[in-house]
């Protein structure tokens, strides 16, 4: 499976930005045959999980750090799952990542959970 995540940019505090992760080569299987997460990882920090949505769409999970803030949805039908970030701070600037898994029963939070990864998308906010 092959992810591209895009929709990264440079934004003020408390701005907005939807990021995209459009999959292709799905390895002979639907993409709604995956569970998708997305993950960032800011300098000199670990890979941390920002939210999950499971295959159909029926299931999210969020990181406390950005519960209420952020919203993970996805379409099926072109096989692309979205992260929309309101209310920006500085602590959310990092690399996002995007990452599939096979679908199970709930949503997986460990980063080695996980069978694809995109390249990743720079997200700056700035105070």
């Known amino acids: 499976v092959q992810l591209q995540a895009s929709g990264g940019g440079l934004v003020q505090a408390g701005g907005s930005l939807r990021l995209s992760c459009t999959a292709s080569?799905?390895?002979?299987?639907?993409?709604?045959?995956?569970?998708m997460g997305w993950f960032r990882q800011a300098p000199g920090k670990e890979r941390e999980f920002v939210g999950g949505i499971m295959w159909s769409g029926g299931s999210t999970g969020y990181a406390d750090s950005v519960k209420g803030r952020f919203t993970i949805s996805r379409d099926n039908a072109k096989n692309t799952v979205y992260l929309q970030m309101n209310s920006l701070k500085p602590e959310d600037t990092a690399v996002y990542y995007c990452?599939?898994?096979?679908?199970?029963?709930?949503?997986?939070?460990?980063?080695?959970?996980?069978?694809?990864w995109g390249q990743g998308t720079e997200v700056t906010v700035s105070s």
């Open positions: 990452a599939a898994k096979f679908k199970s029963a709930v949503v997986a939070w460990d980063p080695l959970s996980y069978n694809y």
């Open positions: 080569a799905t390895s002979g299987r639907t993409f709604s045959s995956y569970d």
